[in-house]
């Protein structure tokens, strides 16, 4: 490759990760789409709607450390440990963030098209009433549809209760579920393309076992806290497989191209590549 054509795609792969992560963080804070996120509505007196809020059992810090932490954690002792013992310890520490950025672009783009999607969706959580408690259903009428509201201001000019009364009607789909779907098809694929037979026959399964497990733990606490609707958590996971599921292809598509017009070390199957520029 020459040393133009890296420094184009450096500058379009940094042009594309502002631009989704701007997209992400605009959403988040309810910029996108433009005037705040849409609501659906909801019934009055709707009994999926009328749960007390009582927090999340997994907070946002443990969330972060056992998907983004963990996995690097994974990537890292895997890729040392099952390293043929001639190869840099430079390369070793190349090759893990490469697969790690893998992971990262993977989780990036699932929690964009997430985010997006709660404020295009507006649907309320469980915990809708208790939080918003909307103008609308103080004289609505059983089961009649309100389709405009608006949510009680905060108590005071306060940046995160305002935030918390707007994600009260962005319930559809589930960015924890997401997140930790993403996690998983990673580690599973990751487990599954890098873990020797010969260093171990059981610490693939054992890692990718992991993986779903802590998606699972991770989904269902979302709809025992009243947090998410069940429906939300499952697309939320299916989201999170499918982007993750469509990154890791390109990446491998990527990987082979690579090694099909260069000559060295094949970093993916641990051997010497013969095949001449």
């Known amino acids: 490759m020459t040393k133009r ?4 795609r450096w500058i379009v792969d940094v042009l594309i990760f ?13 910029k996108l789409p433009l005037g705040g996120p849409w609501q659906w509505g909801f019934h009055c007196l709707d009994p999926k709607l009328q749960y007390e809020f009582q927090g999340d059992s997994i907070s946002a810090l443990a969330l972060f450390l056992g998907s983004y932490i963990g996995t ?9 440990l099952s390293w043929p013992s001639d190869r840099s310890w430079k390369k070793r520490v190349k090759v893990s963030f490469d697969r790690y950025g893998c992971f990262l672009v993977g989780t990036l783009y699932t929690l964009a098209v997430t985010e997006i999607l709660k404020d295009l969706a507006g649907m309320p959580r469980p915990h809708f009433f208790h939080t918003c408690q909307p103008n609308a259903s103080r004289n609505c009428t059983s089961g009649e549809f309100i ?12 940046f995160r209760e305002r ?15 997401s997140l930790t779907a993403s996690t998983a098809t990673f580690i599973v694929y ?6 020797r037979p010969e260093w171990s026959r059981v610490m693939s399964p054992l890692l990718g076992v992991l993986g779903v497990t802590w998606a699972t733990w991770v989904g269902v606490s979302r709809v025992m806290d009243r947090r998410h609707h069940w429906w939300d958590v499952l697309v939320g996971s299916l989201l999170g497989v499918l982007i993750t599921s469509i990154i890791i292809l390109s ?27």
């Open 5 to 8: 054509i890296y420094i184009v």
């Open 18 to 30: 502002l631009t989704v992560s701007g997209l992400l963080a605009a959403s988040f804070v309810g």
């Open 72 to 80: 690097l954690i994974i990537v890292i002792g895997v890729g040392f």
């Open 147 to 158: 389709r405009h509201f608006e949510c009680r201001e905060p108590r005071s000019n306060d």
């Open 163 to 177: 935030l918390m009364i707007m994600d009260s009607y962005k319930s559809f789909p589930s960015g924890h579920a």
């Open 190 to 195: 990751f487990a599954w393309k890098h873990v």
């Open 251 to 277: 990446h491998g598509r990527r990987k082979k191209m690579k090694g099909s017009i260069s000559k060295g070390f094949d970093f993916d199957n641990y051997a010497y590549s013969a095949k001449e520029p």
